[in-house]
Every structure is written in C-alpha cells, then in structure tokens.
C-alpha cells in the first residue's frame, strides 16, 4: 500500500505531543509594524544576520526553553539521559512560516519560523526541530516539530500528515492505540535525477526514512518528493517499509 498526494491541511495534535499535524499560523496576527528595529524578514538569511535575532537566540532564556523542550521530547521518544550532562547547541532558524520582526523595547521577537538544535546526552545527540510563534498579544510558544535529519519543509511535512496517520492507522498497532510518535526521521537519498518539472525544468525523486512509534511498536515509512510538471512545489509519495530495521536510539 502506498499513498499519494498534495493536500493542504491544518489539523490537531495526536499522541502524548509529537506528532504535530498543523501549527494554526495567522500571519496577520503575527505580524506587527516595528517601531526602530528591525523591519520584517521573511527569509531565513534576514533572520540570522540580524543583531537582534542572534543576541535573542544567544541568551540564557532562550537556550533554556530549548533545553526544556529536548529533555521533553526526550521523555515522549523514550530516548531520556538518565545521568550526565545535556548540552543543547543552537543551529539556527529553517524556515519563516509568518514575517518576523523585533519591536523595540521587547524581550522576544514576534512572528513564527522553525528552529533547529542539536541535543547531546549520554554519548548520543540528535538534531531537534522546533516552532516558535509569538505575537504581542501572547507570549512566545516553542513547540515540537520534528526529530531527525529530515530535509521536509513545514508545508509538505502539513500535506502528508493526514496521509500518514491514514497509514499508521492501518498498522499492526492495537486498535484502541492513541499514541503515535515520529521517533527518527533519516536524511534524504537522491533516487532519480532530471525528473521533469513545471515549466519544463527537472528535480530530483528524493526518499527519506521515518519512523513511527505507536504504543510500543516501531514501523518505518518512506517518504518520497519529487517535482510536479502541472503545479508548482513538490508532489510526495509515502510508502510503508516491511521488516525495516529500527534506528538507533539517539
């Protein structure tokens, strides 16, 4: 079985609090006229050469809230440090989801984008990717996105949530299961290459590995992107993997 799409979602949050089908992004709301700061970014780049950006993600506050949400997702992926040291490295911001800025005189900036950090405990590390979304009116918000080395931006990651909690749900897992986790998800491998896209230009056919974690039980998934010749973006393909060996526990 395999299952295909593109399909725009905003959804709900399954499981204990990892699987995140759809942070309810409002742009207008996030956004907000700065009054002598910066002015909106909406690139990745903007943010990070930003003296405001970089001194916010720099500070003990900020670090701190990363800490606590990888000893967190720690927990939820049964992958916790009993004893040592956890030291958290910032990576950086991935992705901008509503326009950024930092009005002056604020303690956080104000807008929603994907943060990535590493989390190194026990002689294993992973990479985490969180979602920050603030506005004014509410504080700043760091949630759960994903574990891994997965290459998925935050609009296809919406699009096949659906798709692959349909896959999940008919799984070997016990019926009255209500937890499902993405436990690892494995860099991406170029399948195909020149494959035709919109416009007459080509992509690649890229396929990265998930794993699933639902009530004990590990099952893996491909997730396949590859170039649309009638629409613009990506098109994507989740195929379940038989017998697939299970990552290691990082």
């Known amino acids: 079985m395999r299952i295909s799409g593109r399909l725009g979602f905003v959804g709900r949050l399954v ?12 742009p207008a709301g996030a956004q907000t006229t700065p009054q002598h700061a910066d002015a909106m970014l909406s690139t990745p780049a903007q943010v990070m050469a930003s003296d405001h950006f970089m001194k916010f993600f720099a500070s003990h506050g900020f670090s701190k809230s990363l800490y606590d949400l990888g000893v967190v997702w720690d927990v939820s992926r049964q992958a916790q440090c009993p004893h040592g040291q ?3 490295k910032p990576l950086g911001v991935s992705e901008v989801l509503a326009p950024l800025s930092f ?5 956080a ?3 929603v984008f994907v943060f990535g950090f590493s989390m190194r405990r026990c002689d294993r590390e992973i990479t985490y990717k969180a979602i920050f979304a603030a506005s004014q009116e509410r504080p700043m918000q760091l949630q759960p996105w994903l574990p891994g080395d997965s290459s ?3 609009q296809l990651y919406r699009d096949a949530m659906p798709m692959l909690v349909a896959l999940a749900t008919g799984s070997a897992a016990p019926k009255d299961c209500k937890e499902l986790i993405i436990q690892d998800t494995g860099k991406f491998e170029v399948v195909a290459r020149n494959m035709p896209a919109m416009g007459g230009a080509t992509g690649e056919l890229r396929r990265e590995r998930w794993w699933l974690r639902q009530c004990g039980m590990v099952s893996a998934v491909d997730f396949e992107t590859y170039p649309n010749p ?4 990506l098109s994507f393909t989740l195929k379940p993997v038989k017998d697939a060996p299970q990552p290691p526990l990082r």
Do not use: S, Y
């Open 152 to 154: 998925i931006n935050f």
């Open 15 to 26: 499981g204990p609090c990892l699987l995140l089908f759809g942070v309810t992004i409002d």
């Open 103 to 107: 009005p002056e005189g604020a303690k």
């Open 109 to 111: 900036p104000v807008g």
């Open 230 to 233: 009638n629409i613009p973006g």
């Open 86 to 88: 956890h030291q958290v």
